[in-house]
Antibody
């Protein structure tokens, strides 16, 4: 079974840092682009960042560029999101999601994790 | 306000049909990029129902279909069931943002 599981969320103060992890199983992790998508309470999803299978191409939403860093370790079947200088508006459930298209253009997400809550508050 | 505009809500009776629109511009849908659709129930992750504008993942009934004309994409659901109730989101790529966009979501209610 294809599965993604996020971890590392929690409560952090504004200006603080947090590192999210996402473990993949049931598929050849290195062959897929991976993404982080977040959803603030009561809002729609917002794409955050994308990384190709070989880490050769990385993209960020304007709202997080310069503060968040996406990375992956294919040997560990893991995806990461390092979040620095966190703001109140970063409060959201963060999902990791798989893009099966094989394209450099970010396409559809066919598998999602269950999501992990990040709360930024003093 | 999202760059991809969806109606806040649509509704119809069981057995009827509905269509959900997603209007973008010349940087995204109008530039020829594919549109993808998800449904989401409270407290759960979005689930893909249409990819690459017109394709259904395995397991999604053929009552769901997608189309596109110019800068507007549409999701059609025919033969509505009570369990089709959910929030539906469109998604596409945007040249100007060099990233992916989601619409604001449409709540589908089966009356």
């Amino acid at each position: 079974e294809v599965q993604l599981v996020e971890s590392g969320g929690g409560l952090v103060k504004p200006g603080g840092s947090l590192r999210l992890s996402c473990g993949g199983s049931g598929f050849t992790f290195r062959s897929f682009s991976m993404n982080w998508v977040r959803q603030a309470p009561g809002k729609g999803p917002e794409w955050v960042a994308s990384i190709t299978g070989s880490s050769s191409h990385i993209y960020y939403a304007h709202s997080v560029k310069g503060r968040f860093t996406i990375s992956r370790d294919n040997a560990k079947n893991s995806l990461y999101l390092q979040m620095d200088n966190l703001r109140d508006e970063d409060t959201a459930t963060y999902f990791c999601a798989r893009d099966p298209s094989g394209s450099r253009v970010i396409n559809w997400f066919d598998t999602w994790g269950q999501g992990i809550l990040v709360t930024v508050s003093s | 306000q999202s760059v991809l505009t969806q109606p806040p809500s649509v509704s119809a009776a069981p057995g009827q049909s509905v269509s959900v629109s997603c209007t973008g511009n010349s940087s995204n849908i109008g530039a020829g990029y594919d549109v993808h659709w998800y449904r989401q129930l409270p407290g759960t992750a979005p689930k893909l129902v249409i990819y690459a504008t017109t394709n259904r993942p395995s397991g999604v009934p053929d009552r769901f279909s997608g189309s596109k004309s110019g800068a507007t994409a549409s999701l059609a659901v025919t033969g509505l069931h009570a369990d089709d109730e959910a929030i539906y989101y469109c998604q596409s790529f945007d040249d100007t943002l060099s990233g992916s966009l989601f619409g604001g979501g449409t709540r589908l209610t089966v009356l």
